[in-house]
């Protein structure tokens, strides 16, 4: 999962973290996994490859395990630490905007999806990482309108999204964006249903 903007350190308030007890870097569960075993199935040895919202590094990992020049970029500092840490080329940024022009055969995004209210958000990394803002689509409009730039020709995008973001509100947006789309896999949670939605150029 990736951010968007400078996250604070939370002021007086623990970290959301601290309040949970976990890492500041999104690790991988479910939904990471789920796009991993995806986007390697998608791939040919020599692809360039690009995962947006690195995190730790482990959709990125598993594509360069899959042969491809593989690259990560998050905005959150400690993300692209750690993915540094365990071996993935990164590049701090946001989105697809370090990039150049038809510089990837494959990108792969799991963005924060989970719909957050205003008074629930909490100003910090593992916040930004998880918040998806009120729809669930924070990230993932902005990610539909830049993504092109980058793709090459017959290159493509797969998002990670959930049933609870609307995974048909998000393939008429991509379609706004001059994209065809289609289901590729989908897993089912207990209050969810994961879905890896492909998006190529129309």
Do not use: I
Request: hydrophobic fraction near 40%; charge should be negative.
């Amino acid at each position: 999962m990736t951010e968007e903007g400078e996250a604070s350190d939370g002021g007086d308030r623990p970290s959301l973290a601290d309040q949970r007890g976990v890492e500041t870097v999104y690790q991988p569960a479910e939904d990471s996994d789920l796009l991993a075993r995806t986007a390697v199935e998608r791939v040919t040895p020599g692809d360039r490859a690009l995962d947006v919202g690195t995190g730790s590094g482990y959709v990125a990992a598993k594509l360069a395990e899959a042969g491809t020049d593989a690259t990560g970029v998050d905005l959150s500092p400690l993300a692209c630490r750690e993915a540094a840490d365990n071996g993935v080329p990164v590049v701090r940024g946001d989105l697809v905007a370090p990039f150049r022009d038809d510089a990837f055969d494959l990108v792969t995004f799991n963005p924060p999806y989970l719909p957050t209210p205003a008074e629930a958000e909490w100003d910090d990394w593992m916040e930004a990482a998880l918040s998806g803002g009120e729809d669930g689509r924070r990230l993932v409009d902005p990610f539909l309108e830049s993504v092109g730039r980058v793709l090459a020709g017959g290159g493509e995008a797969l998002l990670l999204v959930s049933s609870l973001t609307d995974p048909d509100a998000v393939r008429a947006y991509a379609r706004e964006q001059g994209f065809e789309s289609e289901v590729l896999a989908t897993e089912k949670h207990p209050y969810e249903a994961l879905v890896v939605l492909r998006f190529s150029k129309s």
